[in-house]
């Protein structure tokens, strides 16, 4: 069964740096492309990052240059590392993984966990 677990969020002041993990089980994060997302109440869904299966890493614009996607294959796990967070971020973030690409509806999703930045 493949399963995904985020963790890390939490608390953090304008300007600080925050970093998100994503336990992946049931596949090798290898394999699949995995992405990372955000969501804020009343919002769209927003992907930020993903590594393809392709193993290239894509960026949105608006988090490139202060966001960095990475994986760990021997714990198979994928972090987003966040740096110069803003107000604006906050939000509940999640992975996703998916077998063929990474796309808005990538098939399996985290149950996400929630990053506030203060002002």
């Known amino acids: 069964e493949v399963q995904l677990v985020e963790s890390g969020g939490g608390l953090v002041q304008a300007g600080g740096s925050l970093r998100v993990s994503c336990a992946a089980s049931?596949?090798?994060?290898?394999?699949?492309?995995i992405g990372w997302f955000r969501q804020v109440p009343g919002k769209e869904r927003e992907g930020l990052s993903c590594?393809?299966?392709?193993?290239?890493?894509y960026y949105s614009s608006t988090v490139k240059g202060r966001f960095t996607m990475s994986s760990d294959n021997a714990k198979n796990t994928v972090y987003l590392r966040m740096n110069s967070l803003k107000p604006e971020d906050t939000a509940v973030y999640y992975c996703?993984?998916?077998?063929?690409?990474?796309?808005?509806?990538?098939?399996?999703w985290g149950q996400g966990t929630q990053v506030t930045v203060s002002s």
């Open positions: 049931g596949f090798r994060i290898g394999d699949y492309a």
């Open positions: 996703a993984a998916d077998p063929l690409s990474c796309h808005r509806r990538m098939n399996y």
């Open positions: 590594i393809g299966v392709d193993n290239k890493t």
